[in-house]
């Protein structure tokens, strides 16, 4: 299974575009990367998923180098309610196997004003 | 569409006692899991489901029981409930991987 090492926090300011780096040195072929964020008391809220380059949706962009060892979340202009856990995840997700995704500690993004 | 549901949000046990923590989806999704996140930690999982009919473990399985009967419903039982399995349990579901999980709203649990 494919280990990911984030940093453990990070702080922003409101506007600010944030991006928050993901190590996964053993990423196997066929895995993905997702990223997820948690508020609080809550579920885990998907945010992204890619394989390799750009992928880009209304939320965030993700990108991946072509060696494909770390990828990069990256939050543009972002406010105090984007102040959360982000989770970075790699595993093949056509396996049928959830223990190929396996939740680390996250980083916990703080917004200021 | 109601997504993920769980239920109950919270339950207090008290230790030796059984129970069992729904979780049902509407959205026809054919993969299921059961996590449980305990304070300042990530989600750990302990169960998971490829289809009706299909189960296995996940990384902390002891304690819990699942079953598939339904594409729609995994529920979770915890057969003899310890102050160690106080936690928040969430259950997600996902078509086929793609897209990621859609997670439920959590269940609060508290063994005395």
């Known amino acids: 299974l494919a280990k990911t090492t984030q940093p453990i926090s990070m702080d922003s300011y409101e506007g600010q575009e944030v991006n928050i780096t993901c190590s996964h040195n053993?990423?196997?072929?066929?895995?993905?990367i997702t990223w997820y964020q948690q508020f609080p008391s809550q579920g885990p809220r998907f945010i992204i998923q890619g394989y390799k380059t750009k992928v880009t949706n209304e939320v965030a962009s993700l990108f991946i180098p072509a060696d494909r060892k770390s990828s990069t979340l990256s939050l543009p202009r972002v406010s105090l309610s984007d102040t959360a856990v982000y989770y970075c995840l790699v595993g093949d997700i056509s396996s049928g196997s959830a223990r190929q995704l396996t939740f680390g500690s996250g980083t916990q993004l703080t917004v200021l004003p | 569409n109601a997504g993920v549901t769980q239920t109950p949000k919270f339950q207090v046990l008290k230790t030796g006692q059984s129970m069992t923590l729904q979780c049902a989806q509407d959205?026809?999704?054919?993969?299921m899991s059961w996590y449980r996140q305990d304070p300042g930690m990530g989600l750990r999982l302990i169960h998971y489901s490829v289809g009706a009919g299909i189960t296995d473990q996940g990384e902390v399985p002891n304690g819990y029981n699942v079953s598939r009967s339904t594409t729609e419903d995994f529920p979770l039982r915890l057969l003899s409930a310890a102050p160690s399995q106080t936690s928040v349990y969430f259950c997600a579901s996902s078509l086929q991987g793609v897209g990621g999980y859609t997670f439920g709203s959590g269940t609060r649990l508290t063994v005395v």
């Open positions: 053993n990423i196997a072929t066929n895995d993905y």
């Open positions: 959205m026809n999704h054919e993969y």
